[in-house]
């Protein structure tokens, strides 16, 4: 039977060591606080910055919100994170996604200074990942490889396989797997015989976000199972990309969903805010 990857128990921990380090920065005198740009309605990015402000709250982190309208123009957003990148006592910036369509979301990315940039879009993060620089390493990637070690489980060497290119997950995940001495395979939707690539795969990574788009015949007996997914089924339930109670016996170590990488990617933006106030 698999071991149970717990990422709620992992991010727990990680969390305790980094409230001690806030408090070794309070003693030095830096308050670490996370400015979070919000704009429009959206009910899943609500959830999403209120649980970060949760996390924040937990570890003590200050916290200042920024909640604009929906009809915003991008001059106004770009004056706003400038007057942010400006602001000595603001250590890190993060504009929450998805932005309204007629905003570009790359321009405001470029915008956020990469000293401040604790979700680690900004192009000069990129580029420090792509050439395995220290570097702020965008939350859900950082939080996957937080796991992996915290399990001893190995990467040099090994197979990975991640399913899915975003910018977000998939991209940056590759890069630092690879930056960690995998032999790494990236798929996407356009990709031809999955199958055949998924079941060479030591490590699998899914960052798809449909329900059981990996399943048992697609691995091989004995890998790592790492499910970014997240997905809503028509009952409410929240489920993963993998068909979990199918894999169990034939796996060595899985991520449940919830309870796995979710947890971590919170956990992680508390690492990286502590970061960019280190000024690391
Ligand atoms: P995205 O939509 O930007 O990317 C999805 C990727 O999956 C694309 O690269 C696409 O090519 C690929 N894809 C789509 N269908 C496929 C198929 N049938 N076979 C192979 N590849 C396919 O999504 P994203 O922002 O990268 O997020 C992916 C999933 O991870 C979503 O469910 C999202 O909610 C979840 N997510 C979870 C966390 C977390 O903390 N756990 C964080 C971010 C995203």
């Not at 994170?81 to 996604?97: C, P, T, V």
């Not at 910018?167 to 356009?190: E, F, R």
């Not at 960052?207 to 059981?212: D, L």
Request: contains cysteine.
């Amino acid at each position: 039977m698999a071991v149970i990857i717990d990422g709620r128990e992992v991010a727990k921990k990680i969390k305790e060591e980094l409230k001690e380090k806030v408090n070794e920065l309070k003693e030095k005198g830096i308050y670490p606080k996370l400015a979070v740009i919000m704009i429009g309605k959206d009910k899943a990015s609500e959830i999403y910055v209120r649980n970060k402000s949760r996390d924040c709250d937990y570890v003590g982190i200050e916290y200042e919100e920024f909640f604009l309208e929906e009809s915003i123009t991008m001059e106004t957003l770009l004056n706003l994170i400038d007057e942010l990148n400006k602001r000595d006592d603001i250590h890190g910036i993060l504009l929450q996604s998805p932005i309204p369509e007629h905003l570009d979301i790359r321009k405001a990315f470029n915008k956020i200074d990469y000293r401040k940039d604790v979700d680690g879009f900004n192009p000069i993060n990129v580029g420090k990942l792509l050439i395995g620089e220290d570097t702020f390493i965008p939350c859900t990637p950082l939080g996957v490889i937080k796991l992996l070690e915290q399990y001893n489980i190995q990467i040099e060497g090994k197979n990975a396989v991640v399913i899915g290119r975003s910018n977000i997950v998939g991209k940056p995940l590759s890069q630092y797997l690879l930056n960690k001495d995998a032999t790494v395979t990236v798929c996407h939707s356009k990709t031809k015989n999955l199958k055949e690539i998924t079941s060479k795969a030591d490590i699998l990574i899914s960052a798809v976000g449909k329900p059981k788009v990996i399943t048992r015949d697609m691995v091989k007996e004995n890998a790592v199972i790492i499910d970014v997914g997240i997905n809503r089924t028509p009952d409410g339930k929240i489920v993963g990309d993998v068909d979990y109670d199918n894999l169990l016996d034939k796996v060595s170590y899985i991520t449940p969903v919830p309870g796995g990488v979710g947890q971590m990617t919170r956990a992680m933006l508390i690492n990286n805010i502590i970061k960019a106030a280190e000024g690391k």
